[in-house]
């Protein structure tokens, strides 16, 4: 398949991989081998070029294989690499002369293919990395097998790629802290194998892990329970925080990059919900909360003991919940295996976390934020809609009424993308 055909032919989950690199700016695409990770990589490549008004500085590496039997055989034919875009295996990089030619140069973006070669924390070629990506803007991992033996597998490419808070914390630490381990003794010497993650920082962990990357791996269920979706439309009065972002929106012209439209509904969807997000001087980010959200008092009135699922979509948003969440004596947790165990009454679930695990012990869903993606949607509500639920299932979707998320929601619903969203907004 070509590129032209791509854009024609790409499945959600491509759309979704594409928009999801350009939001989170470090982040990886799991997608099982054959799923088609390298053009929604590319996609994004070229609005992040189109951003830099076509000069951005790109470095792609990947194996000798895939250099040679993929990139250069399939795509540089194509002609739609950025014109500043270097090729290079993982083995040359690391030869000194080249080594230090690529910690001299500026880079905007850099792709990392194949990425579960950097799962180790003592290689050259992921020490290399971690160099090159700590002041690097744009910095995407791709593997269709990103996982070996353990987690320290998916620590090691997020610390190396300095995905999130990842790059600040070293292997030792990670491992000291956040493992249980198998200590053994070899010549006299103490041995620390990691084993898992401590289930008190389990769902920390699958969280970021949602957060931070993407995977092809959902299946689809039939002779579903009964299921009920409940729009909660709450009473809303704009603020100037909320208006001033709104006119942001409209100001931006049609032909503007994607990542440009999707910043601009990001925080027009914060303003919603009464804070917003601002980046500092350092590269960190405060947040400024600026009204109370009504959805809390909702929370309020309707929760109780039974077991409930809330979704949520920004950080902002958890922080929120949990202080209201701990006012109401209702006990809550991140983790799958502790909801499920019954040792708390509500699970947190950040909207990306909506894979692989089964929830059908519940049968009550709110939605306090979504994003615009059908596939999270979709996949998060199987989590309790699914075969073997006994109950009809509850899902209750929280909207701030005449705002930006009832055009989300009707995204949702109807399986539109970014670019239909955008329009709407500047149409009403």
Request: proline share 2%.
């Amino acid at each position: 398949m070509t590129y032209k055909e791509y854009l024609v032919n790409k499945w959600p989950y491509q759309e979704e991989g594409h928009l999801f690199l350009l939001e989170v700016k470090h982040g990886c695409l799991y997608y099982k081998p054959g799923k088609g990770k390298t053009y929604p990589c590319i996609e994004a490549l070229l609005d992040v070029d189109k951003f830099y008004n076509s000069n951005a500085s790109v470095l792609i590496m990947s194996t000798a294989d895939s250099i040679k039997n993929m990139w250069n055989a399939e795509i540089v034919p194509q002609k739609i690499l950025p014109k500043n875009t270097v090729l290079i295996t993982t083995s040359a990089a690391i030869r000194d002369k080249t080594k230090q030619m690529l910690l001299k140069t500026h880079w905007d973006v850099i792709i990392v293919d194949e990425c579960h070669k950097i799962k180790s924390n003592t290689s050259k070629i992921s020490k290399l990395v971690y160099m090159l990506t700590r002041k690097c803007e744009y910095v995407w991992g791709l593997s269709g097998t990103p996982r070996g033996n353990s987690d320290i597998d998916i620590f090691c490419q997020l610390h190396n790629l300095n995905v999130s808070e990842w790059g600040t914390i070293s292997y030792s630490q990670f491992v000291n802290q956040c493992c249980t381990l198998d200590i053994k003794f070899f010549n006299g010497q103490q041995i620390k194998i990691p084993t898992g993650i401590k289930k008190e920082y389990l769902g920390g962990w699958e969280k970021n892990i949602a957060m931070y990357t993407r995977r092809a791996d959902y299946d689809e269920d039939d002779e579903m329970p009964d299921i009920s979706v409940n729009e909660i439309c709450l009473p809303y009065t704009a603020s100037k925080y909320y208006l001033n972002a709104e006119k942001g929106v409209i100001q931006i012209n049609d032909y503007e990059s994607t990542m440009t439209k999707l910043a601009a509904i990001t925080k027009l969807h914060q303003a919603a919900n009464g804070f917003l997000y601002t980046p500092s001087a350092d590269g960190s980010t405060t947040t400024t909360v600026f009204e109370r959200n009504k959805k809390l008092d909702w929370l309020r009135e309707h929760l109780t003991t039974d077991k409930t699922v809330i979704v949520y979509r920004f950080q902002a948003d958890f922080q929120a919940i949990t202080n209201e969440l701990s006012t109401l004596n209702l006990n809550y947790t991140e983790t799958v295996d502790e909801f499920k165990s019954g040792e708390a009454s509500v699970l947190l679930l950040q909207c990306s976390r909506c894979e692989s695990f089964n929830l059908q012990m519940c049968n009550r869903m709110i939605f306090y934020t979504l994003d615009y993606s059908f596939i999270k949607y979709n996949q998060m509500i199987h989590r309790v809609w699914r075969m073997g639920q006994e109950n009809k299932v509850e899902i209750y979707v929280l909207l701030m009424n005449g705002t930006v998320e009832n055009k989300i929601w009707r995204t949702v619903k109807n399986k539109e993308n970014l670019s239909q969203l955008f329009y709407s907004i500047k149409g009403a």
